[in-house]
Antibody, heavy 119, light 107 residues
């Protein structure tokens, strides 16, 4: 059974940092391009960024609102995807989903991790 | 960057009705477009991939069409369990983007 399980969400202050993790199982994680998608409360889906596989150099791409503040990385030995978040803003509040990139040819989503940025 | 314009933003229809949602891309994205269904408090679920292909296990009343910049998503006969928000999602080239969403309700 395929599973993507996010962890590390919680409350952070503006300007603070948080790291989300996403543990993967049930598929060959090292072969999958991975993506983070977020959703502010009551709002639509927003693409955050993606990371390619190490065979493609582990290249990352980001949405403009998060570039330079959020960093995606992966550890294939642990089947884990990460989202390092720094210089957090209140507008970063929302549910963060770990998902396989559509280019991978399959579509799996985690249950989401809630991040709240508030003083 | 590619912008996705999805319409309508909300829709109310009766059980058995045919429902259509459209997405317009600001640039040619070939067929690099997926359609998702999101029910309240849940992760999105893929319904249609590559613009027109039905994801295995998804009921055949769902369909998609289009290529380039204009895409259409159709529910041929609306069912009560189809109440949800629907999103188009382009993945032709990063930054990827989603449509604004269509909230579908039953009359």
């Amino acid at each position: 059974e395929v599973q993507l399980v996010e962890s590390g969400g919680g409350l952070a202050k503006p300007g603070g940092s948080l790291r989300l993790s996403c543990g993967a199982s049930g598929f060959t994680f090292s072969n999958a391009w991975m993506t983070w998608v977020r959703q502010a409360p009551g709002k639509g889906l927003e693409w955050v960024g993606r990371i390619k596989t190490n065979s493609f150099g582990g290249r990352t791409d980001y949405a403009a609102p998060v570039k330079g503040r959020l960093t995606i990385s992966r550890d294939d030995s642990k089947n884990t995807l990460y989202l390092q978040m720094k210089s957090l803003k209140t507008e970063d509040t929302g549910v963060y989903y770990c998902t396989t990139d559509p280019s991978s040819g399959f579509d799996y989503w985690g249950q989401g991790a809630l991040v709240t940025v508030s003083s | 960057d590619i912008q996705m314009t999805q319409s309508p933003s909300s829709l109310s229809a009766s059980v058995g009705d045919r429902v259509t949602i459209t997405c317009q891309a600001s640039h040619d994205i070939n067929k690099s477009l997926n359609w998702y269904q999101q029910k309240s408090g849940k992760a999105p679920k893929l319904l249609i991939y590559e613009a027109a292909n039905l994801e295995p296990g998804v009921p055949s009343r769902f369909s998609g069409s289009g290529s380039g910049t204009h895409f259409t998503f159709t529910i041929s006969s609306l069912q009560p369990e189809d109440v949800a928000t629907y999103y188009c999602h382009q993945y032709d080239y990063p930054p990827y983007s989603f449509g604004q969403g269509t909230k579908l309700e039953i009359k």
